[in-house]
């Protein structure tokens, strides 16, 4: 390696990629597994189709349910893509305040080694103010980046307003919700009163806009250790 060569950086290391690696599978393996289960009763003839129900007895639970309501669950996929979300927005704050801590400590070694017990509680501890917008903001500032990401500040507000309406249970858009978008900077494609759910596709987008952010943020940490590498 040259004086000018940087040390190579794996930001895998990194403890959001491990998780999100696992979560994209569960997102699109989840669809392969809700499609096929669904495909394979709507091919099976049953002449008493509507009385038909169904127990799994390596569950160890009395649970049965009708071969209709099995099929409208799997047909409602909303809650298991709501789930998937808010895990995926707990990743984008955790990775937050990852980035947080290695601006503040000035240990760019994170870059290339997984964080100690130590750090990751630490880590753990650090409060991130404001909504991303603020938070997020001020880290690309810092590190010298803006807000090129999939469909930008705005789509990334509109993703964690819909992560906290499902986080808290809501089930349909209220004005009060609307309002604190556009304040924000941003706009939810309801109106008042209309559900809100998710669907596969839309689910996808809004990891994709998590995902953007994040190896944004890491983008910055590559060139901020380039920075400290060649100012040797």
Same mark, same amino acid.
């Given at each position: 390696?040259?004086?000018?060569?940087?040390?190579?950086?794996?930001?895998?290391?990194?403890?959001?990629?491990?998780?999100?690696?696992?979560?994209?599978?569960?997102?699109?393996? #989840?669809?392969?597994?809700?499609?096929?289960?669904?495909?394979?009763?709507?091919?099976?003839?049953?002449?008493?189709?509507?009385?038909?129900?169904? =127990?799994?007895?390596?569950?160890?639970?009395?649970?049965?349910?009708?071969?209709?309501?099995?099929?409208?669950?799997?047909?409602? =996929?909303?809650?298991?893509?709501?789930?998937?979300?808010?895990?995926?927005?707990?990743?984008?704050?955790?990775?937050?305040?990852?980035? =947080?801590?290695?601006?503040?400590?000035?240990?760019?070694?994170?870059?290339?080694?997984?964080?100690?017990?130590?750090?990751?509680?630490?880590?753990?501890?650090?409060?991130?103010? #404001?909504?991303?917008?603020?938070?997020?903001?001020?880290?690309?500032?810092?590190?010298?980046?803006?807000?090129?990401?999939?469909?930008?500040?705005?789509?990334?507000?509109?993703?964690?307003?819909?992560?906290?309406?499902?986080?808290? #249970?809501?089930?349909?858009?209220?004005?009060?919700?609307?309002?604190?978008?556009?304040?924000?900077?941003?706009?939810?494609?309801?109106?008042?009163?209309?559900?809100?759910?998710?669907?596969?596709?839309?689910?996808?987008?809004?990891?994709?806009?998590?995902?953007?952010?994040?190896?944004?943020?890491?983008?910055?940490?590559?060139?901020?250790?380039?920075?400290?590498?060649?100012?040797?």
């Amino acid at each position: 390696m040259s004086n000018n060569d940087a040390r190579p950086i794996d930001l895998m290391v990194a403890p959001i990629w491990p998780q999100w690696q696992r979560l994209s599978r569960l997102l699109f393996s #989840g669809q392969i597994a809700f499609n096929s289960e669904l495909a394979r009763w709507e091919t099976t003839e049953l002449d008493t189709e509507h009385n038909v129900r169904l =127990r799994d007895r390596t569950m160890q639970s009395k649970y049965r349910v009708t071969l209709d309501e099995h099929l409208a669950t799997l047909r409602d =996929r909303s809650q298991f893509f709501e789930v998937i979300l808010i895990k995926a927005h707990s990743l984008m704050d955790a990775h937050g305040r990852y980035v =947080r801590y290695i601006l503040d400590s000035k240990d760019l070694t994170l870059l290339y080694r997984a964080p100690t017990e130590n750090e990751i509680q630490i880590i753990f501890d650090i409060h991130l103010t #404001g909504g991303v917008e603020a938070w997020g903001g001020k880290l690309l500032m810092e590190l010298g980046r803006d807000w090129r990401i999939i469909d930008g500040k705005a789509g990334l507000i509109q993703t964690s307003i819909l992560r906290n309406a499902f986080a808290h #249970g809501y089930v349909s858009a209220t004005q009060g919700m609307l309002d604190a978008a556009v304040e924000r900077g941003a706009s939810l494609p309801l109106a008042a009163g209309d559900p809100i759910a998710l669907t596969f596709e839309q689910c996808r987008l809004h990891l994709s806009r998590i995902k953007s952010f994040c190896r944004r943020l890491d983008g910055g940490l590559v060139n901020l250790a380039k920075e400290n590498y060649q100012g040797r």
